[in-house]
């Protein structure tokens, strides 16, 4: 079992940074495949952003070349650093965790079996 805690949102104007940290409690995180899934108001819950111990790597479109995921496993610690933050980056962030997730499902929520409990991102204009 892993147990998730999301840390470091908050409220930045349109263009700022922030990063994002998700730490991990269980013996087995460095092997996991990690994501992060954003939920916007009144919109479904989509994923931003995985990354797996082989070194996978996805990003959603509307966040590449803006976003960078990245572990410590020595401090099992999953990030998100976030630059040029616009008001559509504005939701309820949450990290999660999975045994195994192919490739091309690093996206996909059904692939995840533990949940944070998310960390608030607010971008003004």
């Known amino acids: 079992q892993v147990q998730l805690v999301e840390s470091g949102g908050g409220s930045v104007q349109a263009g700022g940074s922030l990063r994002l940290s998700c730490a991990a409690f269980?013996?087995?995180?460095?092997?996991?495949?990690m994501g992060w899934f954003r939920q916007a108001p009144g919109k479904e819950r989509e994923g931003v952003a995985g990354?797996?111990?082989?070194?996978?790597?996805s990003y959603a479109d509307s966040v590449k070349g803006r976003f960078t995921i990245s572990r410590d496993n020595a401090k099992n610690t999953l990030y998100l650093q976030m630059n040029s933050l616009k008001p559509e980056d504005i939701a309820i962030y949450y990290c999660?965790?999975?045994?195994?997730?192919?490739?091309?499902?690093?996206?996909?929520?059904?692939?995840?079996?533990?949940w944070g409990q998310g960390t608030q991102v607010t971008v003004s204009s």
């Open positions: 269980g013996d087995t995180y460095s092997s996991y495949c």
């Open positions: 999660a965790a999975a045994a195994a997730v192919p490739r091309w499902l690093l996206l996909h929520q059904g692939q995840y079996a533990y």
């Open positions: 990354t797996c111990s082989d070194g996978s790597i």
